[in-house]
C-alpha cells in the first residue's frame, strides 16, 4: 500500500510561492489501477511527480511524506526520502509525449540497458528486451532503430516497455495517451491493463478524460484546486458520486441522443495564487450554502471507502437525479446496441474497457 501523507508540494516561482497539492491523504491499496481526474491546473502532475519522488527546484514537497509500502535492497523502508534509488526497478514514469522523452540520438536497444539496474548485463538484457517488446508486440527489431524511425504509437508502446521491461511494482503515467490518435491511444490502453494484471503492479494513471478512466481504472480520486475532494471505487464514483465536482465531471461527458444539451461545466476552478476561502468549489457549486463560503469541508468517508470533502454530501443524489443527465457512461457500457447507435469512438471503448474488466474480475 502506498501511503500519501498529508501531501503539500510548492513550486518556488519570480512571482512567489503557489501550492498546486495540499493537503493530500491517500491510502493506495496494492495492485490497483488508480485515476486521478480533475480539471487541467488542478496539481495532478504535481501530485505524480511527488509521488515519483521527482521534485527538484522549482517543485518541492513542502510538508507531509509518501511512504511506498515496501523495502530497499538495505532492508529500508522506501520513502519520499529514499525513491529515487527505486527508479526504473521499482518505480517507473510514463510521460504525456513519449516523442521527447525517448533520447533522440540514442538507439532505442542502449535506452534499455543504460539503467543502472541493467547496466553490466548487457547481451543478456537485450535478448530478455527483444522478447519482452515482442510479447508488447512490437517487432524484436524495432529496438534496433533510432526513436524518429518508429511512429508516435510506436514509440509509446517503447515507452511503456521501457517503464515495465524490469516489473516495478508502482508504475505512474501522466495522460500516457493524450497526444495519440484514438485507435493507438485504446491500444496502448488495453496494452497496459494486460500488463497491470501480468505483473500485479499499481498502476497511478491520470487523464482529464473520463472515459478513459471509465475504461481504464479501479479506483478514482477527484482533485480539485490542489485538494482531493473525492475518492472511490470507479464504479461509484460513476454511478453514485458524492461530490458535486464529481457529477459535474461526469455529466460533462456525452450523453446519448442530441436533443439534450451536455451540462457541461460552467467557470473555472480558482486560482491556485489566492484560494478561495471555505470550500474551493463552492463558487461553481450548486449545492454551496454560507457554510461551505466559510469553512473548508474534509475529506471524510461517508460510506466504506468512500470519501468526499463535501458538506452537502447528502444533497449529492438529489442533485444528480435533478440534472436528468442521459445515460451514464456505466450504463450505456452495458447495452451494445445503444452503443452501436451512438457510434462514437469514445462510447465503444468504453464498452470494450467494461468487457476488458469483466475478464480482469
Ligand atoms: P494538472 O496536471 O492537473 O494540469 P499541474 O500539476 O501541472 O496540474 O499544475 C498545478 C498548478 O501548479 C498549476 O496551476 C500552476 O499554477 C502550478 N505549476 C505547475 N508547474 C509549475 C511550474 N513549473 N512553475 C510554477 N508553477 C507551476
Ligand atoms: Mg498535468
Request: glycine share 6%.
Amino acid at each position: 500500500m502506498i501511503k500519501l501523507n498529508n501531501i503539500e508540494a510548492t513550486y518556488t516561482t519570480v512571482r512567489g510561492k503557489v501550492k498546486a497539492v495540499e493537503g493530500v491523504n491517500l491510502e493506495i491499496p496494492d495492485s490497483i489501477i488508480l485515476g486521478i481526474a480533475g480539471e487541467s491546473g488542478c496539481g495532478k502532475s504535481t501530485l505524480m511527480k511527488v509521488i515519483y519522488g521527482d521534485t527538484g527546484f522549482p517543485l518541492s514537497l513542502s510538508n507531509g511524506s509518501v511512504d511506498y509500502g515496501f523495502e530497499n535492497e538495505k532492508m529500508q523502508p522506501v520513502t519520499n526520502q529514499n525513491i529515487q534509488s527505486e527508479w526504473f526497478r521499482n518505480i517507473s514514469y510514463i510521460p504525456q509525449s513519449s516523442m521527447s522523452s525517448l533520447n533522440p540520438v540514442v538507439r532505442i536497444r542502449d535506452q534499455f540497458t543504460d539503467f543502472p539496474a541493467t547496466s553490466g548485463r548487457k547481451r543478456e538484457t537485450l535478448e530478455k528486451v527483444r522478447e519482452f517488446v515482442q510479447m508488447l508486440g512490437l517487432p524484436p527489431e524495432s529496438i534496433d532503430s533510432y526513436p524518429h524511425q518508429l511512429s508516435g504509437g510506436m514509440q509509446q508502446r517503447i515507452m511503456v516497455a521501457l517503464a515495465t521491461f524490469l516489473h516495478p511494482s508502482i508504475i505512474l503515467a501522466d495522460e500516457p495517451t493524450t497526444a495519440l490518435d484514438v485507435v493507438v491511444q485504446k491500444d496502448i490502453l488495453i496494452l497496459l491493463m494486460r500488463l497491470q494484471r501480468m505483473m500485479k503492479n499499481t498502476i497511478i494513471f491520470v487523464s482529464h478524460d473520463m472515459g478513459v478512466h471509465y475504461q481504464v481504472t479501479h479506483k478514482m480520486m477527484i482533485m480539485y484546486a490542489a485538494k482531493a475532494v473525492e475518492y472511490a471505487n470507479t464504479n461509484d464514483i460513476f454511478s453514485n458520486p458524492l461530490h458535486p465536482y464529481t457529477l459535474m465531471l461526469t455529466s460533462s461527458l456525452p450523453t446519448i441522443g442530441d436533443e439534450r444539451a451536455r451540462t457541461g461545466l460552467p467557470g473555472r476552478p480558482p486560482s491556485l495564487w489566492d484560494p478561495p476561502k471555505g470550500c474551493r468549489f463552492a463558487m461553481r457549486c450548486p449545492l454551496a450554502t454560507p457554510l461551505c463560503h466559510e469553512t473548508e469541508p474534509e475529506l471524510l468517508q461517508h460510506q466504506p471507502g468512500r470519501f468526499s470533502a463535501c458538506h452537502r454530501v447528502d444533497a449529492v443524489p438529489a442533485l444528480a437525479a435533478k440534472m436528468h443527465h442521459g445515460p451514464k457512461l456505466s450504463e450505456f457500457a452495458k447495452d451494445r446496441e445503444l452503443i452501436a447507435k451512438v457510434g462514437s469512438a469514445l462510447k465503444a471503448d468504453a464498452t470494450e474497457g467494461a468487457a476488458i474488466r469483466e475478464e480482469l474480475e
